[in-house]
């Protein structure tokens, strides 16, 4: 595809057309302009799955495992893969581009959407972002990696002004960008709400100077949804398309302002010219092949997804249980009898974090499904959740419900203002979400109420509450009695995402017999969740609950009770929709509920536990010290409870490393919280480990840590500046994956730089005693710095040295190099 193709498809539009071109269609998609022979161009959110067009569990995309999850991995062959896994996922669901990955940094653990991200390490970031937008982008998919910049936090999300030194805008938040456009090649880049050093992002220079300019970006900058906000993001060099349409701040304005001359004719017809060339690349202009994608089994999908989940499932401790002489993982099946799985998310476990990278899989599995599909039926597998993680309600479950004409799940009407039925849909579900509209021919303005209809059915006898979700009013009836009659809204200035991912709720208590079944209507008149500067977000959520209240004492002593029981305990906990999603960030780093409670109990009954923690992003684990096996899970997907099962019963090995530092406690950790509208990152390069290295903390596991199920000796290490050979043997008794990590150090520097950074990595595999040699390419930006003084890229000539080692902390390896300047 010649750019001189694309400027005579540009040269027949007229100026209004051309803009036109500049404003989404709709939520998800592109104008089409048959003049120019441009089809509609659709985009979907991700980067855990392909939604698609619909917020709908009747549309299922694989759940692949979350960022954290696959930066752990430290694979780039295998994230690669996952991005054509990811391509063939798009083309099957109808998507020219894939709003992923995102590649800000975990600045702090405390920030909403850290599961979303890969790591707190700019080279890690930008060496899996650049895996991920290669697989998907060489299937003929497009990526629009983002948000372009400094978009670390959800408090004030679209308003906050972060205010970051030059050189640390450089080393850090803009360096994984740098290297997914220059090396990846990266066909769009999504501009985010917050500004930088006083100006919004969709307004920023730092796209006309350093993303086109500098760094010769060609593709399409694309604004967050609904962050443009004014004319003077169509600026020369500035945002290329503004979404979602139709409605925008540029269309007849920017017309006016092309004809009056604010805005140079040549800036519009840039910009259109990079929407083409984005149209061509995905395959839709007329005229111009796309490449089409491979397509993958259903059976192919379950396993790569399995086997990338465990292979970055994090094992951070493994020490021997009781009198044990070896360490307590693998389980040696053949003395397994019974086995008890506990706690909350053991039957419930949450394999994607909240927000746009929802999607809907066609399956899960939970980690007691895996543990007894994989032990059968020769050993007695058993549960108990032990207590509630919170006291939220979560959405009915649909073998709860029952449809009015007697099938699973719920019957949903649409009203309008006089309360005629403008369409019906029958769900297996109990949580609803409508974007822009409600479906086919059913925008959300014609609607003025939403009616949701079903037959709840209790399991046991007692106490149950039913409710509601979702921001407006709500008429909850059961068994024809009027139990709920209220509204409901989001707290002042909540992001309108937090009405969608945690709306807020209420209940009544029901008493119910168990294989009662009683009549439940909710009815639901919607407001508006909230709004980006005055706009309104076309967004409705609302959700049906129904679960029997329980005792909390009762189950944290049955899960105590089953636990001392057993041969082995293996305890589940992780965070809740309530702690980790866009909208919104943490307020601690502790586990919700009673689960450390829930842990010690159980390692007192029971020396043979196995704590599994599943959550996207560090948690304090005050107790794990006292606990032989720590497995850190992240969100891994819908293979969860088999890729647990593999690992834990050794047929594979837990093949992660630590993309983030966990840390021991909340001192000292960067706040994501702005003061009077401002955020500023005043940890300066000191991100992450290179914090704790500087103030001499002790995390609780650091950066790069990860056991396998072999042990490694570090031989010798030796080359310059560019490269290192590294040999290492592995002295374990079963084949085995090593993570091979160099670390830079200027100790004698006149520059202020970290006491080490990580500088490049590699992986060995190798078979018990097998010596093997592993060469780990040292970029050159490994040794250069920003100067802020001529506002470029310098050298410090002199000798530098190189840590080898495993992890961040453990680095046996070392040797000086001399680096010219």
């Keep these: 595809m010649h750019d001189d193709d694309l400027r005579a498809r540009l040269e027949r539009l007229d100026l209004e057309q051309q803009v036109r071109l500049l404003t989404g269609a709709d939520f998800w998609s592109l104008h089409p302009e048959p003049v120019a022979g441009l089809r509609r161009l659709v985009v979907s959110d991700g980067p855990a799955g392909v939604r698609g067009e619909r917020w709908d569990e009747r549309d299922s995309s694989a759940n692949v495992p979350s960022p954290t999850a696959l930066a752990a991995t430290w694979d780039v062959d295998r994230v690669e893969r996952l991005g054509r896994l990811l391509a063939a996922e798009a083309r099957r669901r109808g998507v020219d581009v894939l709003l992923a990955p995102t590649v800000n940094l975990h600045r702090t653990p405390y920030g909403g959407r850290h599961f979303e991200c890969f790591s707190e390490d700019p080279l890690l970031t930008g060496r899996i972002g650049v895996a991920y937008v290669r697989g998907l982008q060489e299937e003929g998919v497009g990526a629009s990696v983002k948000h372009f910049v400094a978009n670390d936090q959800e408090t004030e999300r679209f308003s906050a002004d972060v205010r970051v030194d030059e050189r640390v805008l450089r080393e850090v938040y803009l360096a994984p960008f740098e290297a997914i456009v220059r090396e990846g090649g990266v066909w769009a880049v999504m501009a985010a709400y917050n500004g930088v050093n006083g100006t919004t992002m969709t307004e920023s220079p730092l796209q006309r100077d350093v993303l086109k300019g500098e760094w010769g970006f060609d593709g399409v900058v694309v604004s967050d949804w609904f962050a443009a906000r004014s004319l003077a993001a169509a600026g020369d060099g ?42 061509g690349r995905v395959g ?23 086997a990338t989940a465990a292979a970055g499932f994090v094992l951070a401790r493994n020490e021997p249980a009781g009198s044990a002489e070896g360490p307590l993982l693998p389980l040696e099946r053949s003395r397994l009898r019974r086995v008890a799985v506990l706690g909350p998310n053991a039957v419930e476990a949450r394999t994607l974090g909240g927000g746009s990278a929802t999607v809907f899989p066609p399956y899960t599995v939970s980690p007691l499904a895996g543990l007894r599909a994989a032990l059968g039926s020769d050993v007695e597998v058993v549960h108990g959740r032990g207590g509630r993680s919170t006291h939220r309600l979560p959405p009915a479950d649909p073998d709860m419900l029952r449809r009015p004409d007697g099938g699973r799940g719920v019957e949903v009407r649409f009203l309008d203002a006089e309360g005629a039925v403008l369409g019906t849909e029958t769900r297996e579900a109990a949580a609803f979400t409508g974007l822009g509209s409600y479906g086919p021919d059913l925008p959300m303005d014609r609607v003025r109420a939403v009616e949701v209809r079903t037959r709840v059915r209790a399991e046991e006898d007692g106490p149950h509450r039913i409710g509601a979700s979702g921001v407006g009013s709500f008429r909850v009836t059961v068994g024809g009695e009027v139990r709920l009659d209220t509204r409901i809204g989001l707290p002042p200035g909540a992001d309108p995402v937090e009405g969608m991912m945690r709306p807020p709720q209420a209940s009544g208590a029901v008493e119910l017999r168990a294989g009662e079944e009683v009549e439940v209507v909710v009815g639901h008149v919607p407001e508006p969740a909230g709004g980006v500067e005055g706009t309104a977000v076309e967004s409705v959520t609302v ?227 097998e010596e093997v040699a592993v060469t780990v390419e040292l970029p050159e930006r490994a040794y250069r710095h920003w100067d802020e003084t001529g506002h470029r890229w310098a050298t410090e000539a002199g000798v530098f040295r190189l840590h080898v080692g495993p992890l961040s902390g453990v680095l046996p390896l070392a040797l000086d190099v001399h680096v010219p300047g």
């Design 238 to 279: 500035l945002l290329d398309l503004v979404m979602p349409g139709p409605r925008s701040p540029w269309g007849e304005a920017l017309v006016a302002a092309v004809r009056a001359g604010e805005v140079p004719e040549s800036a519009v017809e840039d910009k259109v010219l990079r929407v083409l060339r984005l149209a």
């Design 284 to 306: 839709a202009l007329e005229g111009v092949a796309g490449r089409d994608a491979t397509a993958w089994t259903a059976e192919e999908v379950g396993a790569e997804l399995r």
């Design 543 to 769: 959700q049906v609950h129904a679960a029997r209240d329980t005792d909390d004492d009762a189950e944290l002593e049955q899960a105590v009770a089953l636990a001392r029981d057993a041969d082995v305990a293996v305890v589940v906990v992780g965070t809740t929709e309530e702690v980790e999603s866009e909208g919104f960030d943490r307020t601690s780093l502790a586990l919700p509920g009673r689960q450390d409670e829930l842990v010690r109990r159980v390692v007192e009954a029971n020396p043979r536990t196995v704590v599994v923690v599943n959550s996207g992003a560090p948690v304090l684990l005050p107790w794990a010290g006292d606990v032989p096996a720590v497995l850190l899970t992240w969100f891994p997907g819908q293979e969860c409870g088999n890729a647990l099962a593999d690992v834990l019963l050794g047929a594979v090995e837990p093949g992660g490393r630590l993309p983030v530092t966990w840390p021991a406690d909340e001192a000292g950790l960067p706040s994501p919280r702005p003061v009077d509208g401002t955020l500023r990152y005043d940890e300066g390069l000191f991100v992450g480990h290179r914090g704790h290295d500087r103030d001499g903390r002790e995390p609780r596991f650091r950066f790069g840590s990860g056991l396998g199920y072999t042990a490694w000796e570090y031989l010798s290490a030796e080359g310059g500046a560019s490269a290192v050979t590294v040999r290492l043997r592995n002295t374990g008794s079963r084949r085995g994956r090593e993570v091979v990590q160099v670390y830079a150090a200027r100790p004698d520097g006149a520059v202020e730089r970290p006491v080490r950074w990580l500088a490049g990595f590699a992986v060995a595999e190798a078979a018990p005693a």
